[in-house]
């Protein structure tokens, strides 16, 4: 291999992915709002991995909290995995249009996926799990603290790395023959293994039992952190390279699906029967012909399902996935849910239709996905979940609802508030800037969790008449603040700033 | 047509505002059925941005614009109605098919038996071969040749075109240059709007010049034909 020209283009590419860098926080809008988020993430993060270490705990939950550590640790390279095959290599850091005039290498761009990597809420919240856990089972021993929690940074570096190689590996292999057909029957296959060691307790010993569960005893004080940091490090930089020439290999091949699906014909159907009916129609086909999108929607509606196939849920627990599923999917498109049509807007908004139709019509198609997406996840999460008490029932259909309601109406807003011109062909793409993309999922997070923890609570305590009122004011409420979107979408000068913004 | 008295397109003293930045400062335009206006103008002189209002999808920050009568910020589904506009981008939902584009403006413009004059113009505009394929993957010659014909299907009284000779091929220019004489032979107005000069001229009667968000000269059509045509313009441009 040639040792020089390998370094000389790595060398380069940190180079050149400072200058995208520096590129996009020139393009932040409000540069005030994103230094506070950016001090708020830093603190914390930092907050997590220290302040647990000081707060009072009962020995028993720092046995239950230790045990837990190998399923975290594992939890992360899960998520970084399961994130990079699904956004097709991770995040990009110049869009691909924008991308295309400038000599940006392949491994620029895995390095720009790793940076962005942790700009993620489903990143950062297992990430500070880890950390607070790890604080709380090492305890207020500085020295050990510090030791531990350096294992846990370079455990999660690599996680994210061994994402970003098994991302782009993906990527090249559905990029090649039969691509797709290869990628879904080796996703296959994964779900059968997690739903066998799921049900064979020994497979589930077995699956732990490697560095997860070694690093695991490290963090615990039960081995020698130094030689963690010996290990990991050296590993964290053979996954950055291997990630490298992974990303070449895939940059080789065209993007198969997305030419695939650009240049596929559909059949004509026969009119439709009303106006409404005619957008419905239009919005739906932008939705499902869109490769990230349907394939972001399947991921989600399903895999918190399998995991429940696996690993049994009560219906006590089922009642928070509607949530997670909901605010994944609304974070597909539906934060931007303009951008859809891209330039298309502009000849959509010269339709001789009114404007509550037009809306109608994308939220209805919107909060049909969302509906959807929960429904599926909570019927797998309830084949195994055995007969639920009445109060429980209500509270899961209640939650379904409700978080539909939410961030429907938390779409709408942000669409409407701050639209951004992105081209959603590529799976890479997100519908907003990552740090706002943060924003809008750690705000979606914390409305849903805690709407399906109240309503959790109340089932729990056999009070399905206060499960149906706290919803109906939640449903309530976002009705309300979704009819204020319908007066501003109302206003042709707010439409006209959404249309020119999103078609720019 | 609508049966209103006075010019199709009336446009006085129009102006547009993107914040701090006056797009459009005092546009004065008139178009009378059956005749055909070009607009010429360097880049950002508020030939785009006045068509846009024109189309209904800008409201104006000032002065007047009527299509047909119809005020474009008090009636403005009544101006969609009349209108045929083709955007200066893009101007396609990547995800649909021709058809689907035809269909969805046949439905809400309540356009009858549309489907032979569709089949009839995608021969014309050589996209009868892809009329079922999504538009994600058309050429930009191939878009704008799409979006000239969307904006001619419900045969408008008021014909908007931006750009639509930019990047499109011989038989392009000539299926648009066919779509304008059969608008103006029905007695609908057209506005284009263009860099191409010449084909400006060969499209229109009567050329209107934009310089800095304002009208500086109208002028038949002859007047910038040619090298002196250019010279003049040039002129105008300065």
Redesign the interface.
Do not use: I, K, N, Q
């Given at each position: 291999m040639p040792t020089a020209r390998s370094w000389t283009e790595w060398r380069d590419a940190v180079a050149d992915l400072g200058h995208l860098l520096r590129f996009r926080a020139a393009t932040v809008r409000r540069r005030r709002t994103t230094a506070v988020a950016g001090a708020v993430l830093l603190a914390l993060t930092a907050g997590s991995a220290v302040v647990p270490a000081w707060v009072d705990r009962a020995p028993e939950e720092v046995d239950r909290v230790a045990g837990l550590l190998p399923a975290y640790l594992l939890a992360l390279v899960a998520l970084s995995v399961t994130t990079a095959v699904a956004s097709g290599g991770g995040r990009e850091v110049l869009a691909r249009d924008a991308a295309a005039v400038h000599p940006v290498s392949p491994l620029t761009d895995h390095l720009g996926a790793l940076v962005l990597a942790p700009l993620s809420a489903a990143w950062l919240l297992q990430t500070w799990f880890l950390l607070g856990a790890v604080a709380l089972v090492v305890g207020p021993h500085p020295g050990r603290l510090a030791a531990a929690q350096s294992v846990a940074l370079l455990w999660v570096a690599c996680a994210t790395a061994c994402g970003q190689v098994v991302g782009w590996l993906g990527e090249w292999l559905r990029r090649g023959p039969r691509g797709v057909l290869v990628v879904r029957s080796l996703i296959g296959a994964v779900l059968l293994v997690v739903g066998a060691v799921g049900l064979l307790p020994d497979l589930r010993t077995g699956l732990v039992a490697g560095p997860a569960r070694w690093t695991a005893e490290v963090l615990r004080g039960d081995g020698p952190a130094a030689l963690a940091v010996v290990l990991l490090a050296p590993a964290l930089a053979v996954l950055v390279v291997a990630g490298g020439y992974a990303a070449r290999l895939a940059a080789r091949r065209v993007p198969r699906d997305e030419?695939r699906?650009?240049?596929?014909?559909?059949?004509?159907r026969p009119?439709?029967a009303s106006?409404l009916a005619?957008?419905v129609?239009?919005d739906r086909?932008?939705i499902w012909?869109?490769v990230p999108v349907r394939r972001g929607t399947v991921f989600l509606a399903l895999a918190p399902g399998v995991v429940a196939l696996a690993y049994p849920l009560t219906w006590n627990t089922l009642v928070i996935l509607p949530g997670l599923v909901v605010s994944g999917c609304v974070l597909l498109f539906g934060v931007n849910v303009w951008a859809l049509?891209?330039?298309?807007l502009?000849?959509?908004?010269?339709?001789?239709?009114?404007p509550d139709v037009t809306l109608l019509a994308r939220g209805w198609v919107l909060a049909e996905l969302l509906l959807g997406a929960g429904l599926v996840t909570v019927v797998l999460g309830a084949v195994r979940a055995g007969l639920p008490a009445g109060a429980e029932l209500v509270a899961v259909g209640a939650a379904l609802v409700v978080v539909t309601g939410q961030a429907l109406s938390g779409g709408l807003r942000w669409s409407m508030g701050s639209p951004y011109a992105v081209d959603l062909?590529s799976a890479r793409a997100t519908p907003a800037p990552p740090l706002v993309m943060v924003g809008y999922s750690t705000r979606l997070a914390l409305a849903t969790t805690a709407t399906s923890l109240l309503l959790a609570a109340f089932a729990e305590a056999g009070r399905p008449d206060r499960v149906l009122v706290a919803a109906a004011v939640l449903l309530a409420w976002s009705a309300v603040r979704i009819a204020g979107v319908r007066r501003r979408w109302r206003d042709?000068?707010q439409r006209?700033r959404v249309?020119?913004t999103v078609?720019a | 047509m609508t049966g209103e008295e006075g010019p199709a397109v009336e446009v006085v003293g129009l102006r547009v505002e993107f914040g701090a930045v006056e797009a459009v400062a005092g546009v004065d335009l008139r178009v009378e059925a059956g005749h055909a206006v070009a607009l010429l103008g360097r880049n950002g002189a508020g030939k785009s941005t006045t068509m846009r209002v024109l189309a209904g999808v800008v409201p104006p920050n000032g002065g007047l614009a009527r299509v047909c009568g119809h005020d474009v910020l008090r009636d403005p589904i009544a101006v969609r109605r009349l209108v045929g506009y083709c955007p200066d981008v893009g101007g396609l939902v990547p995800r649909a098919t021709p058809w689907e584009h035809l269909q969805l403006s046949a439905r809400l413009r309540r356009l009858d038996h549309w489907e032979p004059r569709a089949r009839d113009l995608l021969e014309r505009f050589e996209l009868a071969d892809v009329a079922h394929r999504v538009t994600a993957g058309f050429s930009h010659g191939m878009s704008r040749r799409l979006s000239v014909l969307l904006a001619a299907l419900h045969e408008p009284a008021v014909l908007l075109l931006d750009e639509p000779f930019d990047g499109v091929d011989p038989v392009g220019v000539e299926a648009t240059m066919e779509i304008v004489d059969d608008a103006r032979a029905r007695g609908a107005a057209v506005l284009v709007s263009t860099h191409l000069r010449d084909l400006a001229v060969r499209a229109c009667g009567e050329v209107t010049v934009l310089r800095g968000g304002a009208r500086v000269a109208t002028v038949p059509a002859a007047a910038m034909a040619g090298e002196e045509g250019a010279r003049a313009y040039r002129a105008l441009l300065d």
């Open positions: 030419s699906l650009e240049s596929r014909s559909y059949p004509a009119s439709a106006d005619a957008l129609r239009t086909g932008s012909r869109s049509d891209g330039r298309g502009l000849w959509r908004e010269t339709l001789p239709v009114s062909r042709p000068v006209a249309v020119a078609t | -």
